[in-house]
């Protein structure tokens, strides 16, 4: 679909025309008296507003230039993939400014883990293997990275970007042959393995078209949302089913056991 509009004049006829294709879409998957995100230049896919509310935003402030892939409000984020990282409502990322050069603190994460890395009498620390993993060269000599974090660094700029399962595993292929002494991940899904073998995997859960519920806990195995009755499928004939939409959950419990096993947090939080 062209969508060269969104950078175009308001109020003139194709702009006009391409918002109204955009509110028909998004009448496909929102029900009529629900709001939904305003991707204006002001509201920013930030502000939940009613449908007209939204139009009107629209025609008067112009789109965003850079929502070209309407993934808040149904589309999904890759075309040749359904299982891509990013869900269609529920994006990962916090779009905000974080330096991909140096995005995050690799080390402090590292550590941070380590110290709360006790399963518990007689089972392996969770984390042993993230500690290997930590202190692997990306090559021999490297000090710039380590394979983790250079690994995360990708999957990073991959969810920043909203870059294609497809597009990503062709990228990682270039890199491993352009760069064989390099120790990297030849696809988006050993990536993932490897974030998820050292304990920072996510869950994920499927979520009905409209919000109503999450297919979880004694909704899990049902194909039909429990409030609307929507399929949970987009497409319930292929060969591989695809939900409407997919919720990335990153379990608290782990999260609060790294928060509380610092020092300084308990200490701050005694002077709190």
């Known amino acids: 679909m062209d ?19 955009f509110m028909g879409f998004g009448h496909q998957n929102f029900r009529e008296n ?8 002001d509201c920013l896919n930030v502000e939940h507003r009613g449908q007209a509310e939204v139009e009107e935003h629209l025609l008067c402030n112009g789109m965003s230039v850079t929502y ?44 941070d883990m380590f110290m709360s890395g006790r399963q518990g009498e007689g089972k392996p620390k969770l984390f042993s293997k993230l500690m290997d993993e930590a202190k692997k060269d990306l090559y021999e000599g490297c000090s710039d990275f ?32 352009a760069f064989p002494h390099a120790d990297i991940p030849k696809s988006y899904t050993e990536a993932k393995n490897v ?7 996510y869950e994920t859960i499927h979520v009905c078209k409209f919000d109503c519920a999450l297919f979880w806990g004694q909704h899990a195995n049902k194909s039909h949302c429990p409030e609307c009755g929507t399929s949970r499928w987009k ?4 060969r591989k089913k695809i939900p409407h939409k997919v919720l990335r ?4 419990i ?11 947090t308990i200490s701050r939080c005694k002077v709190a």
Not at 235 to 238: K, L, M, N, S, T
Request: glycine share 8%; proline share 4%.
């Open 146 to 177: 380590t394979r983790m974090s250079f690994i995360i660094k990708l999957l990073y700029i991959k969810s920043y970007n909203w870059i294609t399962n497809r597009a990503f595993n062709q990228f990682v292929e270039l890199i491993s042959v």
């Open 254 to 264: 782990p999260r609060l056991q790294r928060f509380f096993c610092v020092k300084g």
């Open 68 to 111: 070209t892939r309407w993934v808040f409000h149904g589309e999904a984020v890759s075309d040749d993939e359904g299982d891509n990282t990013e869900g269609a409502a529920y994006q990962s990322d916090d779009d905000d400014e974080r330096d991909v050069a140096n995005g995050g603190d690799v080390a402090y994460m590292v550590d």
């Open 235 to 238: 497409d319930e004939v292929g």
């Open 3 to 21: 969508r060269s509009w969104i950078q175009g004049m308001s109020f003139t006829p194709p702009y006009m025309k391409g918002v109204e294709e």
């Open 249 to 252: 959950y990153f379990p608290i």
């Open 34 to 41: 629900q709001d939904i995100l305003c991707p204006c230049k």
């Open 195 to 201: 974030l998820s073998e050292v304990g920072l995997g």
